[in-house]
C-alpha cells in the first residue's frame, strides 16, 4: 500500500499570564505575543490565561491575516481565559467546565472566579480530522500541603473523560494547555493512561530551550523565585501532547521552549515558557487494536493513586460541611434566643432586657450574617463533598472493570 | 446482502417525583414503581427526580435481580436526580452540568440546586454501541411569562452539542427525560433539529395512553390542576428521542404512557406519566449521506429563534447585573461615609454623633450586609452573562456556516 505524503502541523502552546491589572507589562507583553505569533506562522495556537476580552481582540486583530480562524471560550465569572487561534478552519467547539475549582473564599488565589474549562475545537486538514483540546487546571500553591490536589486531580479525570467522549470520530487529539502538573504527578499519570495521549516532550526527536523541558523557570524575569527554590532548573507544566487513531501515526520532529526574555527585547512573553511542536502526521496502514499490555496495569494504578487522592479530599470536604453545618446552626440559635429574650423582655415577661440595646442589636447582626455566610459554606461543600463522591465512585467502577480485564487476559 | 436480526428494545422512562419532605405519599410510589418495572422487566429505564440516594439505593434493591447494572449521577447540592437501571452492562458513563440552571435566590423553584445535567450511559447488545442519554431540564413555572425561557434554551442546545460530540461513535443514540418543553417549542425544535433525533411518539407504529401523548395530565391527582387549565387534555414534555447512525435503522414499533392511576392502586405513579417505547434495531446496508435537504432550513430557523430568545435573556441578564452592581456600590458608599463620620466624632472633628448609637450601628450592619448579598448577586449574574454571550455567539457562528452550506447549495 502506498502511504500518504505526510502532513507538518506547528503548533504553539502559552499560558500568557494577561492578568487585568494584575499581570506585569501586559499589554505590551500581548502585542509581542502577537507580533512574534505573526512573523513564526504556526498553524494552530493554544493559549491559557487571556482573561480579558479586550486582549482577545487585540490579538484577533493582529493575526487576522495570518490565523484567520479563532475562537474565544467564556465561562465562570471572569471567563476560561481559553482561545485558540488557526490557520484552518474551526469547524465545530464545545467548552466543559470542570466540576469542582478551587474555593470562591480563597480570593487571593482567584481559581474559582475564572470557571477552569478544557475548550474542544475541530479541524480537518486534507481529510483529517484533528481534535484539539486546550485547557488550564487549577494552580498549585503549595506543593508540600497541596490543598487543591484533589480538586485538580478531578479535573485530570474529567478531562479524561471529556477526551475519550468527544474523540471517538476524531484521527489526531491533541491536547495543549498548562495542566499545572508535574510530569510524574499522579493527575498526568492518569491523565495519559485514560487516553493514550503521548507526550511531546518526551517523544521529540529534536529539543530545544529550556533544560528538561521546564516552563517555568528560575531565568524569566517574572517567576516568583522562592516558589521555584526547590527545583533549580524549574518544572514542566504545560504541555502538547498528542495521539492519533490506528489509521494515522503522529511523530513529534521537534520540541522547543522559549527561555525567558523574548528575542530583541527585555522581558519575556509571560512568566511562563511556551511550548512549540512540530508534528509529521501521515496516513498508515491499519494496525492491528492493542491487546491487553503494559498499558491497562499502569492505568489501574493510575486511577488507584488517584482514588486516594479523592478520598482525602472528600474526608475534608466532609469536614468543612460539617463545621459549616454547625456554625449555622449556631448562629440560628443565637438568633433564636434573642428572638425570645426580645419578646419576652417586650412582653414584659423579663425583669428587663440583659444587655443594653446597642449590644443586643450588634449580636443579632452578628448572627444574622454568620447564619447567611455559614449557610452558603454549607451548601458549596455539600456540593463538593457530592462531586468528590460522584468521581471516586465513577473511579471505583473503573477500577472494577479494569480488575476484570486484567484477571480475565 | 442478508439483514440481520431485528433487536428490541423495551424503554421506560418516568419523572418520579421524588423529592424527600415534598413529594406526596414518596417511598409508597418509589416502591410501587420499583414493583411495577420488576414486573414488566423493560431493557432499559431512565428515571428523573430520584432526588434521594437513599430512594435510588430502595430501587437498586428491588431491581438487582431483573436490572443488574444501574447508575446514579451525582450533581448539584441536591443531586441531578438522574438514574439509569439496565438489562444490559453499563461500559461507560459521562456527566454534562449545564452551565445555567435558574437562581439560587429563587428558592420557592428550587432548580438550581439540582445542578441540572445530562447523564450518559454506553451499553452494548449483540454489537450494537447505544448512547443512553437521560436528562432533565429547567421547569417552566408560567408559560405566559417564563422568566427562565433562556437557561432552558441554553440548556437545551448545550444538550444537543453534548450529544452531537460524545455519540460520534454510537450506532444508536437513545435519549429520554422531562425536557420541560412542549413539542412544538423552540428548545425541542432546535435538540432536534441539532441532532437529528425523532421523537417516539410521533413515529410510533402503535400508540396507547393519554389523549396527544401528554405526560402531565389534568386526569393525574397530584398535577396542580389550575396550571394545566389552558391545556385541558394535559401536556407532553416527557419524551423518548432516537436515532440510529446510516449502518442500522430504528423503528419505534409501540408507544404508550401510564393514565393517571395504577392498576390496582388509588395512586399514580408521579405527578408525571411514564413513557414506554418499544424500538427496533437492525442493520440495514449502508444508505448514501443525506445530501441538503430540508432538515438544514428547519435548523436554521431554530437555531435563529433560539438565538432571540437568549439575547432577551442576555438583556435581562445584563439588567441584573448593573442592578446588583449599583446597590453594591451604594451600600460601600454608605459604609465608607459611616466610617468618616465615626472616624470624624472619634477624632473630635465633627461637633457630636449625627445618629444616635444604636441606629448608626444598625445602619451599618445592614449596609454590610447589602454590600455582600449584592456583590455575591453581582459576581453571578456577570457569569450568567457570559454563559449567555458565549452561547449566543455559538449559535452566530453556527448560523453563518449554515447559512454558507444552503448559498452554495
Chains 1, 2 share one sequence.
Not at 506543593?143 to 476524531?170: M, N
Not at 522562592?226 to 495521539?243: A, N, S
Request: hydrophobic letters at 40%; one cysteine or more.
Amino acid at each position: 500500500m502506498e502511504e500518504d505524503p505526510t502532513l507538518q502541523l506547528r503548533v504553539f502552546d502559552l499560558n500568557c499570564w494577561a492578568i487585568r491589572y494584575l499581570s506585569k507589562r501586559r499589554q505590551e507583553r500581548v502585542q509581542l505575543i502577537g507580533d512574534t505569533l505573526r512573523r513564526e506562522g504556526f498553524d494552530l495556537v493554544l493559549l491559557q490565561e487571556v482573561w480579558s476580552e479586550g486582549d482577545y481582540s487585540v490579538l484577533k486583530e493582529t493575526l487576522g491575516s495570518c490565523y484567520p480562524f479563532s475562537h474565544y471560550f467564556r465561562s465562570g465569572v471572569i471567563g476560561s481565559g481559553l482561545c485558540v487561534f488557526s490557520r484552518f478552519p474551526i469547524l465545530d467547539t464545545f467548552l466543559y467546565q470542570y466540576s469542582l475549582n478551587g474555593y470562591p473564599y480563597m480570593l487571593q488565589h482567584g481559581d474559582w472566579f475564572c470557571g477552569k474549562s478544557v475548550g474542544l475545537v475541530v479541524i480537518k486538514i486534507s481529510g483529517i480530522v484533528f481534535n484539539i483540546y486546550v485547557t488550564h487546571l487549577h494552580a498549585e500553591y503549595c506543593r508540600e500541603k497541596d490543598a487543591y490536589l484533589p480538586h485538580r486531580v478531578v479535573q485530570a479525570w474529567e478531562l479524561a473523560q471529556f477526551i475519550r467522549h468527544t474523540s471517538k470520530a476524531a484521527d489526531v487529539v491533541l491536547l495543549g494547555g498548562d495542566l499545572n502538573m508535574h510530569p510524574e504527578d499522579v493527575g498526568i499519570r492518569l491523565l495519559r493512561a485514560c487516553t493514550g495521549l503521548r507526550d511531546a516532550f518526551a517523544e521529540a526527536q529534536r529539543f530545544e530551550g529550556c533544560e528538561a523541558g521546564c516552563t517555568l523557570v528560575p531565568d524569566n524575569c517574572f517567576t516568583v523565585k522562592t516558589e521555584l527554590q526547590p527545583f533549580p532548573l524549574g518544572i514542566r507544566i504545560d504541555y502538547i501532547l498528542y495521539k492519533a487513531v490506528s489509521d494515522f501515526a503522529v511523530k513529534c520532529e521537534e520540541l522547543r521552549t522559549t527561555t525567558g526574555t523574548a528575542p530583541g527585547k527585555d522581558i519575556p512573553y509571560s512568566d511562563h515558557e511556551a511550548v512549540m511542536a512540530t508534528l509529521h502526521v501521515r496516513r498508515q496502514s491499519r494496525t492491528p487494536e492493542p491487546t491487553l499490555g503494559t498499558a491497562e496495569p499502569a492505568l489501574a494504578d493510575a486511577v488507584n493513586e488517584a482514588r486516594t487522592e479523592v478520598r482525602v479530599g472528600l474526608q475534608a470536604a466532609r469536614r468543612r460541611r460539617y463545621a459549616s453545618g454547625r456554625m449555622a446552626l449556631l448562629a440560628l440559635l443565637l438568633l433564636l434566643l434573642q428572638a425570645a429574650a426580645g419578646l419576652g423582655s417586650l412582653a414584659g415577661w423579663a425583669p428587663g432586657q440583659p444587655l443594653p440595646k446597642l449590644s443586643f442589636c450588634l449580636l443579632a447582626s452578628l448572627a444574622a450574617g454568620a447564619l447567611l455566610l455559614a449557610a452558603g459554606l454549607h451548601l458549596f461543600h455539600t456540593r463538593e463533598v457530592k462531586m468528590l463522591q460522584g468521581t471516586e465512585e465513577e473511579m471505583r467502577l473503573a477500577l472494577r472493570a479494569l480488575q476484570g480485564r486484567l484477571g480475565a487476559a
